[in-house]
C-alpha cells in the first residue's frame, strides 16, 4: 500500500506531462490551421478586391494611387469647367445636388471649394426626396432666374430640364456619374449644358470612369484651388 502511494504522484505527474505536451502541440496546430486558414481567406478577398478593380496585382492598385496623387487622370472639360465657373465669381451661383450620400457629399464640397475660392454668392438646392424626387426638376428650374446652376451627382438625364434652364438664359454645369438617357434607336441623349463632364456617360472623356459624384466634384475642386 505504500509502494503504491509512493507511485500515485509519479503516475500523475507522468500523464499530467503526457497531456501537457498534447495540450501545447494540439495549441501549436490549431494556431498554424487558423493562419493558414485565415491566409486563405485574405487571399480570396484580395483576389475578389483586384477582380473588381480590374487590376493583377496589388502593386497595380498602388501604382493607380500613385497616378491619382500625381493628378494625372484625365478628365475631359474640367479645365473649361474651371473657366465657366469663374465668370460667374460675382454673379449667383446655385448648386443643386441630390439627397443621397453621395448627392449631399458632392454639395458639400462644391459649397466649400467655391467659398474657399473667394466666391460669395453661392446657394444650394437639394431635392425633396419624397414629393419631387431625383435630382433636378422643374420645380427647382422655377426657383431660379439668373446666373450659373451646378448640378452634381444628377443632370446628365435630365434632358428636358436642363433645356429649360437654357431657354431661361441660365448657364449650367454638370458634374454627373450616371447613365444618359437614351432615344428610341438606344443611342444617348445628352443635355445641353455648357460644359458636361460625366466619365461613365460619354466614352472616352476620361481615363477613368468610376467615379462617383463627390469624386468629380474633388477632382473640380482640386482644379479650381
Known sequence: ?????????QVFAFFYFLFSIFFFFSH?????????EEFIMENKLRDHFLKNMGV?????VNDMFRKSYANQYR???????????????????????DYDVDGVSSTSILMLSLRWAGFTNVSYRIPKRFTEGFGINMNIVNE????????????????DVIHA?????????????HEASVDETKHP????????????????SADF???CGAGLCYRFACELL
Open 56 to 60: 493583377s496585382s496589388l502593386e497595380k
Open 75 to 97: 478628365i475631359d472639360h474640367l479645365t473649361d469647367a474651371v473657366e465657366l465657373v469663374k465668370k460667374f465669381k460675382e454673379q449667383k451661383i446655385t448648386i443643386v445636388g
Open 189 to 204: 441623349v445628352y443635355p445641353d449644358a455648357d460644359v458636361l463632364i460625366d466619365p461613365d456617360a460619354v466614352p472616352g
Open 1 to 9: 500500500m505504500e509502494q503504491q502511494k509512493l507511485l500515485f504522484p
Open 165 to 177: 434652364l437654357k431657354e431661361k438664359g441660365i448657364s449650367v454645369l454638370i458634374l454627373d456619374h
Open 209 to 211: 470612369d468610376g467615379y
Open 28 to 36: 501549436i496546430l490549431f494556431i498554424r490551421l487558423y493562419e493558414k
Open 144 to 159: 431660379i432666374d439668373e446666373g450659373l446652376v451646378i448640378t452634381c451627382d444628377n443632370g446628365v438625364a435630365q434632358v
